[in-house]
């Protein structure tokens, strides 16, 4: 049994106090927890999945022909270019998009089979040196402007993670310029997905316009890491 259904519950109901019923989707960040955990929440009535590292992605799941039906799992780590190959079988979706290159690398990589991929772009909203993500506005339209050389992905919008520490108003900040920076997108793309908010700020993210949450440890428990 995971938590799952009671962060459902809560998402669901501060997404209603917002007046957006029913327009926050929930994502189960599985890291570092067993592929039978994930088989629990998916039986808990769970579907959208998250990791954020390539070489646990590889070693946890089955090929996607042999996971139940309707799961989509989706990258939400930094990815380096020598990985795209490995990871683009294994995955729906890639949430961190964070450079041309790395676009380039995808597009090459997909070319190769005529696949599209959906993908977010990661903004970096804290501003923080040791956060990957695209660091300004500019750098954000020029991906924007370069997917025009990438028929093979499909933007769907952006994730950000929120500053470190628990400063509640450092977080709102943050997510307010994620969510301008969403909005002013939108006006050239068809974007649905707004992804932030994690266990500790993801009431506040869904007041501030996020429309999905990345929940870890609120659903699996506290991460024990490996000393290896
Ligand atoms: C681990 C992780 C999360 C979930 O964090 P929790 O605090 O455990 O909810 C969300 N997003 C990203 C990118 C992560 O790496």
Same mark, same amino acid.
């Given at each position: ?16 106090? +917002? ?21 629990? +929440? ?15 992605? +590889? ?14 799992? +989706? ?22 998009? #964070?450079?041309?290159?790395? %676009? ?21 909203? =804290? ?17 924007? #402007? ?12 952006? %994730? ?6 628990? #400063? ?21 793309? #068809? ?6 908010? %994690? ?10 316009? =996020? ?18």
């Amino acid at each position: 049994m995971t938590n799952v259904r009671e962060v459902r519950k809560s998402v669901d109901s501060r997404a209603e106090q +917002c007046g957006r019923k029913g327009a926050v989707s929930l994502m189960a960040v599985s890291k570092t927890h067993p592929y039978s955990a994930i088989l629990d +929440c998916y039986e808990e009535g769970q579907r959208l999945f998250g990791e954020n590292r390539v070489q646990e992605v +590889c070693e946890k799941f089955p090929p996607v022909s042999q996971r139940p039906d309707g799961m989509k799992l +989706c990258l939400i780590g930094h990815l380096q270019r020598n990985k795209v190959k490995k990871i683009l079988p294994l995955v729906d979706r890639i949430d961190s998009v #964070d450079s041309t290159a790395l %676009m380039d690398e995808l597009e090459k990589e997909l070319a190769k089979t005529d696949r599209c991929i959906e993908i977010l772009f990661e903004i970096n909203s =804290s501003h923080e040196e040791q956060k990957s993500g695209f660091a300004d506005e500019k750098a954000l339209f020029e991906a924007a #402007d370069h997917l025009a050389l990438c028929p093979h992905l499909i933007l769907k919008g952006l %994730m950000t993670v929120g500053p470190l520490g628990f #400063d509640e108003e450092k977080n709102r900040a943050a997510f307010r310029y994620a969510k301008a920076l969403f909005d002013r997108l939108r006006q050239r793309f #068809d974007l649905t997905v707004l992804s932030m908010g %994690m266990s500790a700020d993801y009431l506040q993210a869904i007041e501030e316009g =996020s429309t999905e949450v990345r929940i870890g440890t609120a659903i699996f428990g506290q991460r024990t890491y490996d000393a290896t």
